[in-house]
């Protein structure tokens, strides 16, 4: 066996330019994800064997430029500069040519081996584009390969080019993109005030030049360390004024003008589109999807198309999974004949890893049909449809899928708030999530609403808190955008990118790469709160409530002969016991113990270990009240449980409703906030969350009961 | 005149940039530089953000980072005049 030689090479372009089918189609399937360190940036990468090579490719992620301005640009040429990859190959859009190239200018300023995929090849051909390849590699100083993803070609070439490229087998004639004069002279002369400092070694001392003339802040704290700034910083500012004597602009605006001249005049001579430019497909959809009275409808149904797919296609699968690991329990139980053992198993082990699993459908749908609007196009073109409304509670117009998805469960929807590239908008569309009412608040809204008001009012009621959420949300947005997330939101400049049929392949991976991510890194954090949960809830146990059971227990199976009757009245006995455990667990005591706290919401202490249970996932609420109030197994639709609820002294109209706003505003279930920490990668903003939701859902209710008092 | 006080079917050409910072940069990098010759396409169904299309790219903004470009209106919509013209009036180096 031979030993393979390895090339690094890095796929650099615009978003939507293909990179990553191609990426897709040059690795097939030998790929892993993971994240650039520091952020919450997916890294794709992935290998091909090639003749006698291994050819590692890393998928960067998609920028219009190599500015600091986005996490993504950064991450990118902080990946080129500390990494060195042996080749990057920038893809490109075929028929989009000239915003592409951009980046282009700017990974030649860089001076890294170029190799350029000029990719969509077949739709440049359609569409009746004529490229001069040959003129254009010479006008950008490297070798162009026309490829197309989709229909697999140029593929090969590609990579027959990286080798000989990497082997130096073809000579690259690296072009240098030259600037207005005066910027070029100062170019030069910061260049070699550079190249005094040793350490500046890995940087291109002409690209630094660049980024300072172009006012970029990370390069200026590099710089600025060194003695040479204080040469350079008078440099800077001279030319300054010259630019702004002679064009009225200043060196950063001359750069760029620059930069598309002379792309200007590449697609000049390289670039013929066809005489007659035709109305594209793009430009037909959005006649009808951006349409100004279609265009809200449109969007609403799709949306609704795609919470319905994630829910209702994917609750029966949840609740599969969920019978399946009910079976498992029932087949594992009888097996283990110690109870402690068979308690941290069934209920704690099994229970735990079913309850981080049970998310996965809703994940893996709402992805493939999140990755399949983002992939088509219409991803951008929603946001802009919508961008009104959000923009005005701070938000932005691509916060609103996301948001919506929170009605069905907060934990895809919080992943999928991803594609808001500002932090601060997606910080913002994060803490707004859980107060959409989820599905597992249902429940308890249902038991509650439905106990204590009549089913016509109930509706109402129901109604009422989903629209409250909603308002509180939004109003929590819009404080929080004004205070500790004031800063900078992204700004709304947006391609929307032309209408394209995403492959099923990409689709699937993306469902996939989201659904590993939940598992591997949400997942642990998630069991590990449930399995503590479940251990307050359970110990410390109260020996002389064991004795009391097992004694009356015995004293039952003496006096009642009947088969039937003695197995309710034991069943009976058991639930009393659990209840009794139950108050003497941790849980237990936490809840009396919060009872001071809750007591003006109108609650007692054993909805106080309803909350504290209720924490695992929302709607233990249900089942814990079940509990607490002896009737073992309980759901929202048990008519003991609402009639006990209703001649409880402890509970009314105005308690529920209190409730009920309780249960929506507090902290989510552990696996939300596990996702929370994931996605915000800190604890002091999911620190931060935890109080704000925990004073709003206090303020709320305590308001709540307080005018139900006096209304009801 | 800036790019927000154009309406839908206008034609106008890029002639400064007002906008600071971020935004800046992003127009610029989206390719709306001095010269550049586009089309305001349509308006978001609730009124913001508006559409322009230039040189195959089509771009959303708000009508906030809209109004820091500076245009110069070059027709209208019917007019038969053609978005870019063959040459472009300023030139590299010039």
Redesign the interface.
Known sequence: MTVLKEVKVALAGNPNCGKSSLFNALTGSHQKVGNFSGVTIEKHEGYVDYRNYRIRFVDLPGT??L?A?SPEELVTRNYLIENSPDIVINVLEG?????NL?LTTQLMEMEVDLLVALNMYDEVQAQGIDIKVKQLQRLLGCHIVPTSAKKKEGLDSLLDHVIRVYEKDIEVKKNKL?F?PEVDKAIEEIAELLSREPELDKYNLRWLAIKLLENDKEVYNVVRQYPAWVKIELILQRVMQETEAVY??DP??II???R???I??AM?ECMKLPRDKKLSL?DYI?LIV????L??PIFLFVVWVIFHMTFTLGTPMMDGLDYLFGALADTVAPFLPNDTLRSVLVDGLIAGVGGVLIFLPNIVLLFIGLSFLEASGYM?RAA??????M?RFGLH?KSFIPMITGFGCSIPAIMATRTLKSRSDRLATIMVIPFMSCGAKLPVYVLLAGAFFRPAVAANVMFGIYMFGIIVGLFSALVMKKTVLKS?SE????????YRWPSLRSVLVQAKVKAMMYLKKAGTIILLAVLLIWTFSNYPRNPELDAALDREIASIEQSIADETERQDAIIAVENRINAGQLEYSLAGRAGKLLEPVIKPLGFDWRIGIALVTGLAAKEIVVSTMGTIYSLGEADETSSELKTILKNDPAFDQATALSLMVFVLLYIPCVAAVGVMRKEIGEWKSVAFYGAYALTAAWIFSFITYRLAQLVL | MLLSDLRVGDKAEVT??LAD???????????L????RFKV?????????I?IYF????????R??AAGVQVQKRGEVGDGMPLGSR??R????S
């Open positions: 219009y430029s500015t301005y028929p989009n040519l000239e915003r951009l030259a207005r009225k602009a950063e605006i760029t003008e620059d598309y001249a002379f200007r005049g000049q793009t959005d951006l349409n100004r009275a265009g809200l951008a802009f449809v919508v961008d009104k409304v923009h117009g900078e700004p709304f400049v947006m391609e929307l990118p032309p | 400064g940039l910072s971020s935004v800046r940069r992003r127009i610029l990098d989206m390719g530089v001095k010269g550049t396409l349509r308006v978001a169904p609730l009124g913001d953000p559409e040189k195959g790219v089509y771009l959303s903004l708000r906030n980072e040459r472009s300023w030139r590299f180096g």
